[in-house]
């Protein structure tokens, strides 16, 4: 629980502002007032600060706000220096040659969604424009259903709790219980799939990454196309792929 006596309320509603932009690729002023919940005026002033900043630019024809360059800069030092990745890097790169398949790192936020943080993509194809930072939900990825896998009982069923109480279709033709029986075969094989979950024609499978302590941090995926793979054809030839991959990074 926050600490009133230390939360900056004006810095709070600065980053909640560039937050808004993350599914929006231009706002308004009002726009920005009801994605960030805050007032007309508030938004004003936040908007013309970061402005001022750098971190938006204004059109000036429709005075309508969008994120600048410079905004790429507050995610470098994490993709940088981060330990994760540079041990993920060389295993991914092996992983693709191995497949010759896209491959993906996502970590979990803490919305229930996956967030892409390093893809390799192999030279014969022309893979879907999926760039750094890209947010997809956990229950609708293998990648989530990886993460979700290693999660004790308690914690999945308050994920699937949560999930049912806002009525998000899984996907289509699929219930919250039948998603509870994919996480747990995915704790059984050590890997999870999806198939055509988010994206149509896509099929992926996804191995949880885990930490020091056991717990999962991040997930490795390889996604092919249902032109060229069958569903089981990917379970048994990329399954066994990306649980050793995400053993090797997780030593």
């Known amino acids: 629980m926050a600490n009133p006596a230390l939360l900056i309320q004006s810095l709070e509603k600065g980053l909640s502002v560039l937050e808004c932009f993350r599914d929006y690729e231009?706002?308004?002023?009002?726009?920005i007032a009801n994605v960030a919940g805050i007032t007309l005026g508030s938004a004003q002033r936040v908007a013309y600060t970061l402005e001022h900043a750098g971190y938006l630019t204004k059109d000036p024809?429709?005075?309508?706000?969008?994120?600048?360059?410079?905004a790429v800069g507050l995610?470098?030092?994490?993709?940088?220096?981060?330990?994760?990745?540079?041990?993920?890097?060389?295993?991914?790169?092996?992983l693709n040659q191995a497949c010759g398949e896209v491959v993906n790192l996502s970590v979990p936020d803490n919305c229930n969604?996956?967030?892409?943080?390093?893809?390799?993509?192999?030279?014969?194809?022309?893979?879907?424009?999926?760039?750094?930072?890209?947010?997809?939900?956990?229950?609708?990825?293998?990648?989530?259903?990886?993460?979700w896998s290693a999660l004790p009982g308690a914690a999945l069923e308050e994920k699937l709790a949560a999930l049912?109480?806002?009525?998000?279709?899984?996907?289509?033709?699929?219930?919250v219980d039948d998603l509870r029986g994919l996480i747990q075969q995915a704790r059984a094989d050590l890997y999870a799939y999806a198939d055509e979950a988010f994206y149509v024609g896509d099929i992926n499978v996804a191995a949880a990454i885990k930490g020091q302590d056991g717990?999962?941090?991040?997930?490795?995926?390889?996604?092919?196309?249902?032109?060229?793979?069958?569903?089981?054809?990917?379970?048994?030839?990329?399954?066994?792929?990306?649980?050793?991959?995400a053993r090797a990074i997780s030593r």
């Open 26 to 31: 231009t706002l308004g002023l009002q726009e």
């Open 75 to 94: 995610g470098y030092s994490y993709l940088r220096s981060g330990a994760l990745l540079q041990q993920a890097h060389s295993v991914m790169h092996q």
């Open 61 to 70: 024809q429709t005075k309508r706000y969008r994120v600048s360059v410079k």
């Open 113 to 147: 969604h996956m967030v892409f943080v390093m893809r390799v993509a192999p030279a014969k194809t022309i893979p879907l424009y999926m760039p750094v930072g890209t947010r997809l939900p956990c229950h609708a990825t293998a990648s989530g259903r990886a993460i």
């Open 215 to 245: 717990e999962p941090i991040a997930s490795i995926n390889i996604s092919v196309p249902k032109l060229r793979w069958t569903l089981e054809r990917a379970r048994a030839e990329l399954g066994p792929l990306v649980v050793e991959a």
């Open 164 to 175: 049912a109480a806002t009525h998000t279709e899984v996907q289509p033709g699929m219930s």
